[in-house]
């Protein structure tokens, strides 16, 4: 029977709402694990500069004041109503707000850049509903457009958001399991805790970080429900101790206790702003992981469970110490009543696990990003769930981690310490926040500068306010997260320089079509059977590399690719846009550049599925160029420039098929309604390769010789050729040059991952050119 139209409405409404209230259960455990666990924690740190000695409760309710306007203004309204806007076609986080910026404004980091990469979709679809640009905006764009040293400022901003998110994935699970297994103190004698507390949390730590190969999909079941048990279990306790020793705590909302309390407490009012701070840990979450959830299943999650759960558990414990003021020992569980201790540690020690597998697994995502836009050194990225994207695993990354969060943990041994740190790494990620977000209002929202300047004054003096609290105490453990920070940095810095020198030898060295081709007569270069795929960096030009090899060696392949992989500034690029063929020379040398794109945050694998598809592409080039079926961009005006986009081989419904069948298949296969190019007979081939081939629109007698020599070519085999680049200072460049390029690349290079593409590959098909590069 059919619905009436408003029937079916209603039932696809219903649909909707119970996908969305499914993520927004799903989000409690992916994205809110760090920030439900903070009152484990807050009060201990924040009282620590002994504030509290007070008959009045001033200092108490004062301190509640500043946790719940705190927690009002930084996540709820600057998060949930103004940066969750701010998605990059979807994605969040750091390089979210750069990308879009690049896109806007032309800053780009990526050496290898197109005009070609601005007519991608998700770059079309930026201008869609927005408001015409601003005189200033414009003047302001034009300003970055011409000033590297402002697109470097930018860079740099964004990666120091990006190495504090990293330190912080070093301090957060240490401070979590640190503190929820601090209830011990409470069932043991003091001398026996102190031995007992730093083995039991490095035996979790070490549990947590062992489990992360398996990946998240086996027991990510149960995050949810864990975080969920933990807030209604802080919010129950929040309100028995409300009711049973203050019910009058909510006096506390009225911001004239925040200033009371500066006002009396002068200084260590404001030094304890550093303990306060950290009610706010994790809120960068709800951006960082906005691309597996939807902006409204995030706010939903917020508002309605985590936000009232942490007021009425930061409230709970307030109306506890205002009645015992128990100033040297105000940590959560002594809020706890004592038949209840010994459960809530167990749920506390779950939901510490739960919020440090959250900021790991972001830890995980910002460097595959950085290293995607070559601003850290290759890694090997292991994708942990075939299912949902985004999960994967860093080998390297997650044994780095562990090792310095042990070392944290074992060289603090106290939450005090450990929380000065987390607190400076978290406000300063806050911080560039905000000042990409004010750029995002002007260049990309095209909105009034007096908005920008509004969120940067209004967000930016509060979070100063805490930053300054927070570098203050460099020296009671600080300064661990500027170290941490400095080393990643200088890191990132030194492997993103080595690469943009690299990208401009190739570019000063490479060569033209027309040396190629004039080589022939004087060398006597053969071609011999097969495909030759010869990777580099170029997207116009032969590398160096190349000549290199081709002078020593004059022979290569009948049909020769030259194969450039890369990412452009945007999370997605869909398949249907994944690929830009073009010839190189005339179409009989059968010589071609294959350029793959993908987004920042896309799944790049190399085994055969691309082989085909990167042949299957070439294949539709061809057709489409005798058909003139294909969108053609051109990049610099010149000929050997002009490349046609081409999806993948699922993209296109009536395209070209590539099929591998046994001989005896072949020969007794019956009529197809389409057309087969078959390749020639060959002495025992195994497999016989075949292009299957729409009969409309009909190809000429040209394209179809051109496809059945790619066909026999690639029935012959692939060969990769790679380069293997040694970097070296020029002489007579100066010492901080040599010891960089020298010392510090050729260091992270050699203790790097090669690219994937030298793992997958069969060694018996692959060669490798050696070269240095004097730079």
């Known amino acids: 029977m059919d619905l009436e139209p408003g029937v079916y409405q209603n039932h696809a409404k219903r649909e909707s709402w119970k996908t969305l209230l499914t993520l927004a259960y799903q989000s409690l455990g992916v994205v809110y694990g760090d920030l439900s666990i903070s009152p ?112 470097r400022f930018l860079l740099v901003l964004a990666l120091i958001g990006a190495c504090m998110v990293i330190g912080d994935g070093v301090l957060t699970p240490a401070i979590s399991v640190f503190s929820a297994i601090s209830g011990l103190e409470l069932s043991m004698s003091k001398e026996h805790h ?229 607190g400076l790494a978290v406000i300063t990620v806050m911080l560039v926040t905000t000042c990409l977000m004010s750029l995002i209002i002007v260049l990309c929202w095209h909105l009034n500068v007096l908005l920008a300047i509004c969120f940067v004054f209004f967000f930016g003096t509060i979070e100063a306010l805490y930053f300054s609290a927070s570098i203050i105490k460099f020296h009671e453990g600080a300064w661990v997260a500027i170290a941490l920070s400095f080393i990643f940095m200088a890191s990132m810095h030194v492997w993103y320089y080595g690469t943009v020198k690299k990208y401009e030898f190739d570019v000063q060295n490479k060569v033209s079509i027309n040396w190629l081709l004039s080589l022939g007569p004087s060398l006597g270069i053969v071609r011999v059977r097969g495909i030759g795929l010869i990777h580099t960096d170029l997207v116009s030009g032969i590398p160096a590399i190349f000549s290199h090899f081709v002078t020593n060696l004059p022979a290569f392949h009948q049909v020769l690719v030259f194969l450039c992989i890369k990412y452009v500034p945007v999370p997605h690029v869909k398949p249907e846009e994944r690929f830009l063929v073009g010839h190189i020379g005339p179409k009989e040398f059968r010589l071609y550049r294959c350029i793959v794109r993908y987004g920042y945050r896309d799944i790049h694998k190399d085994d055969t599925e691309f082989e085909n598809d990167l042949v299957c592409s070439i294949a539709e080039f061809i057709r489409s160029g005798s058909t003139g079926s294909k969108e053609t961009v051109e990049d610099l005006g010149k000929d050997e420039d002009k490349m046609t986009v081409v999806g993948m081989c699922s993209t296109h419904a009536d395209g070209i098929r590539i099929s591998k069948d046994d001989v005896s298949n072949i020969e007794s296969a019956g009529t197809s309604e389409l057309r087969e190019i078959k390749s020639p007979p060959a002495i025992q081939p195994r497999k016989r390769v075949r292009f299957v081939v729409p009969e409309s629109p009909k190809i000429d007698t040209t394209a179809r010789e051109e496809l059945q020599e790619l066909m026999e070519a690639r029935e012959a085999g692939i060969a990769y050729i790679l380069g293997h680049t040694y970097m070296k200072a020029k002489q007579g460049s100066s010492m901080l040059k040599k010891l960089v390029i020298n010392y510090g690349y050729e260091f992270l290079r050699r203790n790097s991952r090669a690219e994937t593409y030298a793992f997958s590959h069969p060694h018996a098909s692959t060669l490798e050119v050696g070269m240095v590069y004097r730079v």
Not at 81 to 95: C, W
Not at 267 to 295: N, P, R, V, Y
Not at 336 to 346: D, F, I, K
Request: aromatic share 12%; net charge positive; proline share 4%.
């Open 194 to 422: 102190k031995y007992v507390e730093v083995p039991v949390a490095c035996v979790i730590l070490i549990g947590l970080f062992a489990l992360q190969h398996y990946g998240t999909h086996r027991i990510g079941f149960l995050f949810a429900p864990i975080v969920l048990t933990w807030l209604l279990c802080i919010s129950a306790i929040g309100i028995y101790n409300i009711f049973h020793w203050n019910p009058h705590v909510y006096r506390a909302f009225s911001p004239c206790y925040v200033y009371r309390f500066l006002r009396k407490t002068q200084s260590k009012g404001w030094m304890s702003l550093g303990g306060i701070l950290l009610c706010i840990t994790g809120s960068e979450a709800m951006f960082a992981d906005l691309g597996h959830f939807s902006q409204l299943s995030i706010k939903i999650a917020f508002t309605s469970v985590v936000y009232p759960a942490l007021i009425l558990a930061y409230m709970g414990q307030a109306a506890y110490l205002s009645k015992n003021h128990l100033i040297e020992n105000v940590g959560f569980y002594v809020s706890v009543p004592e038949n209840l201790r010994w459960p809530v540690l167990v749920i506390a020690v779950l939901a510490a696990v739960v919020g440090s597998q959250a900021i790991i697994t972001g830890t995980f995502s910002i460097i595959k990003q950085c290293s995607a836009l070559g601003c850290f050194p290759k890694v090997k990225i292991v994708h942990t769930s075939s299912k949902v994207h985004g999960r994967i695993y860093i080998p390297e990354i997650n044994w780095v981690l562990m090792l310095l969060c042990l070392a944290v943990t074992v060289g603090f041994r106290d939450t005090k310490r450990l929380g000065n740190a987390s």
């Open 40 to 151: 484990l924690y807050v009060y201990k740190n924040t009282f620590a500069e002994d504030i509290g000695h007070s008959e009045t409760n001033e200092e108490i309710y004062g301190v509640l004041s500043l946790v719940f306007w705190t927690l009002t203004l930084v996540p709820l309204l600057k998060y949930v109503f103004i940066v969750l806007r701010a998605d990059d076609n979807g994605e969040g986080g750091t390089f979210a707000l750069y990308s879009l910026l690049c896109r806007h404004a032309r800053v780009s980091s990526l050496p290898n850049c197109q005009v070609a990469d601005e007519e991608l979709s998700e770059y079309k679809k930026e201008s869609i509903g927005l408001a015409p640009e601003t005189g200033f905006g414009s003047r302001l764009k034009s300003t970055l457009e011409k000033h590297k040293v402002l697109q």
